[in-house]
Nanobody, 122 residues
Framework: QVQLVESGGGSVQAGGSLRLSCSAS????????MGWFRQAPGKEREFVAL????????LYADSVKGRFTISNDNPKNTMYLQMTNLKAEDTAIYYC???????????????WGQGTQVTVAS
């Protein structure tokens, strides 16, 4: 069973930057898709970004396009989310997840990390 561990969350002023990391306990298979999702208090979990582990094609939610960048480091079994120009509405718990389908639906992802808190002060 692959385990995912997020890190890099914290508190930042609006306009600031953070980089989240998601480390996998085992090398993802070739068809793996890795994603970032977030959940704010009282809201549904929402898609942020995804990347195909081999090949690197990616997809972003409109709300983060141009501000967030998803990437992965194959030898380190690690995925990143570089977040810039952060806004108060980006405040949420951020989760990384693993699946095999290139989709924004969180129900399609079968392995989840524990989450890391991101707080953006306006």
């Amino acid at each position: 069973q692959v385990q995912l561990v997020e890190s890099g969350g914290g508190s930042v002023q609006a306009g600031g930057s953070l980089r989240l990391s998601c480390s996998a306990s085992a090398r993802p298979f070739s068809r793996t898709v890795m994603g970032w999702f977030r959940q704010a208090p009282g809201k549904e979990r929402e898609f942020v970004a995804l990347i195909r582990w081999h090949g690197g094609s990616s997809l972003y939610a409109d709300s983060v396009k141009g501000r967030f960048t998803i990437s992965n480091d194959n030898p380190k079994n690690t995925m990143y989310l570089q977040m810039t120009n952060l806004k108060a509405e980006d405040t949420a718990i951020y989760y990384c997840a693993r699946g095999s389908e290139y989709t924004t639906r969180h129900s399609a992802y079968d392995t989840w990390g524990q989450g890391t808190q991101v707080t953006v002060a306006s």
